[in-house]
């Protein structure tokens, strides 16, 4: 894609199971997750020199500043801005932007008091701008649009994405592993990924968002998430709080995308017209929904081993998380630090294992809590293998 020219898509490359748009790796995650994600980065607030809010806003002004570097003009970063689902922003005068439909302005208040929670609106017009801004309206306190002032203040945002690391190409095929002969099914991947890219999975031109599987998608900065979490579990970790809570915290968003995001795309039209057909056991729709998660820009998945309602091992080839960690951090010698993926996969083991999706349940909040995220008859997850550890792969065991 010419970064200037507004009126087409923008182009993706897909590579070792990552999405790039412009250079940076971009995945699919939905309102839900974005949602407990941001609330449990706000939990830190007045916690020693972390700032929060800043932190939510400036992660995403540095990959914008990127884009700029990389040739991208200013309307070319608006179009992209609705493109991947964030909404609509327009421009009133020289010193107020406005979105009349946002991805985090409406669509995320799902936890906590409505306030202003347009952190990422406002790093990215930050970013556009050069610019210091602030959020003055939101939609969630009542308002009709959000809105926010572009202020006189100097800008100075550190770009902490300086470390190069190169996506692994030697990627072992599926089963590719010891006993995985075993696994005898008609699911095609392929076929699978070739139908899911067909989907109109980029913003409405009239709203800006991404209305898919009765969820709100994004297509969202792998690094965003990666900075944000990371930083996150830090500022929580020098203060003191358990590893384990701490860790407990971001694997949790991982499960409540699983319950939310998996769960809503099988039991979706889709899922029944494309995946549900090739299916005929609860290990099928593992694979299914592995598939599609290879879809989504969050690595390579691989299963490695399935003993139905004892062990599942799956391994993931530049899972997002190992390579924005490699890209930001120095390598670190733990090996748990891959908290979106151990919550998603310990997840999906739970939607087929714990509670059966194929039954076309009701996923809703109270569900989560009495069933889905109920202790009684759940599995336990274990990072053995982390690419941010300096390993090739992730890899994961849920287990009893």
Request: glycine share 8%; hydrophobic share 35%; with cysteine.
């Amino acid at each position: 894609m010419n970064v200037h020219d507004t009126h087409k898509p923008p182009q993706v490359i897909t590579t070792g199971g990552h999405n790039l748009i412009g250079g940076l790796s971009r995945v699919f995650h939905c309102n839900h997750y974005n949602a407990y994600l941001q609330m449990t980065v706000l939990m830190t607030q007045g916690m020693g020199n972390h700032n929060p809010e800043r932190l939510l806003a400036e992660s995403v002004t540095a990959l914008i500043q990127l884009l700029k570097q990389r040739g991208y003009s200013e309307p070319a970063l608006l179009h992209e801005f609705s493109y991947c689902g964030f909404g609509q922003l327009q421009q009133l005068d020289d010193n107020t932007w406005e979105t009349p439909r946002s991805h985090y302005g409406e669509a995320i208040c799902t936890h906590a008091k409505p306030s202003k929670s347009c952190y990422f609106t406002s790093g990215y017009l930050q970013g556009v701008l050069g610019k210091t801004v602030c959020e003055t309206e939101c939609k969630i306190e009542g308002t009709h649009t959000d809105k926010f002032a572009v202020l006189e203040e100097p800008l100075n945002v550190e770009n902490d994405f300086t470390r190069e690391f190169e996506l692994q190409t030697a990627i072992p095929e599926r089963f590719a592993f010891d006993g995985c002969h075993k696994f005898d099914t008609r699911v095609d991947e392929q076929t699978i990924i070739a139908n899911f890219k067909t989907l109109p999975l980029h913003g409405n031109e009239e709203s800006g968002l991404i209305e898919a599987f009765g969820a709100v998608l994004t297509n969202h900065f792998a690094d965003y998430y990666n900075r944000i979490s990371y930083e996150t579990y830090f500022a929580l970790r020098d203060a003191g709080i358990p590893e384990e809570d701490n860790k407990e915290m971001f694997i949790q968003a991982g499960h409540i995308c699983a319950f939310n995001t998996f769960g809503r795309i099988m039991n979706s039209p889709e899922w029944y017209e494309v995946v549900a057909p090739m299916c005929d056991t609860k290990e099928d729709w593992l694979h299914g929904m592995i598939a599609v998660i290879n879809f989504l820009g969050w690595g390579m998945y691989r299963v490695e081993k399935i003993d139905a309602e004892k062990e599942f091992i799956v391994r993931v080839y530049n899972s997002y998380e190992g390579v924005g960690y490699r890209r930001i951090y120095p390598m670190t010698t733990d090996k748990n630090i891959s908290f979106l993926a151990m919550g998603a996969i310990l997840g999906l083991v739970h939607s087929l294992w714990k509670i059966d999706i194929r039954d076309k349940l009701e996923l809703t909040p109270e569900f989560y809590v009495e069933q889905f995220n109920n202790p009684e008859n759940s599995y336990i997850i274990e990072q053995t293998h982390a690419i941010a550890a300096g390993d090739e792969y992730d890899r994961f065991i849920v287990s009893k």
